[in-house]
């Protein structure tokens, strides 16, 4: 465990689903709610369109959120913050990696597809126009990846309540820090994406997961990420 009196600030935004995983790895290890003694525990909200002194000395390659700042030292890239905090607070909370080194290797393997594709379909799709044969043609990709991904759920859950077994892990985080996003395009493009009938095994885990002590206090509200992305899609016109 680490020493007492640590100081951990996490630089960040609201809207991030990579500033989401780290923020749900220290609530499962208790850092964030402030119940795991001697931790001094803060974040630190970056303005859009910005990026304080302190975001770029902290990550002078990508100049980009999130970043953990452990005692001083920053830590850049949120799954290599996953695995930081698993491994830095191995003995509180619950465990983030499997345990296993087989089921580690096919997790890092999702979650790098899960960066790849899903995030990319999510962020064309935001700004794409509703009913437009473009906005079509993406809502089939992301349908795809959905259903690649319900397939991998019922490998990876062996019928249990999360990717990760009975409790949450780094698949489940890295997956579910997206749901916020998808179910914003659904309203943006006008498709039910987490669809009962076509993915009913995500649908109940999605449930699962949001409802989560972790994180159903942090998760966005779709709505809102609508406007967030209206505002972006104003800053990218002007600009």
């Known amino acids: 465990m680490a020493a007492k009196a640590d100081k951990i600030t996490l630089i960040g935004g609201w809207a991030s689903p990579f500033v989401m995983r780290v923020d749900i790895a220290l609530n499962l290890k208790g850092i964030s709610y402030e119940n795991l003694k001697g931790i001094s525990y803060e974040m630190l909200q970056e303005t859009v369109g910005k990026k304080s002194d302190l975001l770029l000395a902290s990550n002078p390659i990508y100049k980009k959120i999130p970043v953990l700042i452990h005692n001083g030292t920053p830590i850049c890239e949120s799954m290599i913050i996953l695995e930081y905090i698993d491994e830095t607070w191995s003995s509180v909370g619950t465990p983030i990696l499997p345990s296993d080194s087989h089921d580690r290797a096919i997790a890092r393997f999702w979650t790098a597809y899960i960066d790849d594709k899903l995030r990319g379909s999510i962020v064309k799709s935001r700004a794409m126009m509703k009913g437009t044969p473009e906005a079509g043609a993406e809502a089939g990709k992301m349908a795809a990846i959905l259903q690649l991904l319900e397939e991998t759920f019922g490998k990876c859950s062996l019928g249990k309540n999360f990717f990760g077994g009975d409790n ?56 809102k990420l609508v406007e967030f992305t209206a505002v972006l899609m104003r800053a990218a016109a002007a600009n």
């Open 168 to 223: 949450i892990g780094c698949l489940d985080i890295a997956v579910g820090s997206h749901l916020g996003w998808i179910k914003a395009v659904e309203k943006i493009v006008g498709i039910k994406f987490l669809d009962e009938e076509k993915v009913p095994g995500l649908v109940a885990w999605s449930e699962r997961f949001c409802g989560h002590d972790a994180v159903k206090e942090i998760m966005p509200e779709a709505d």
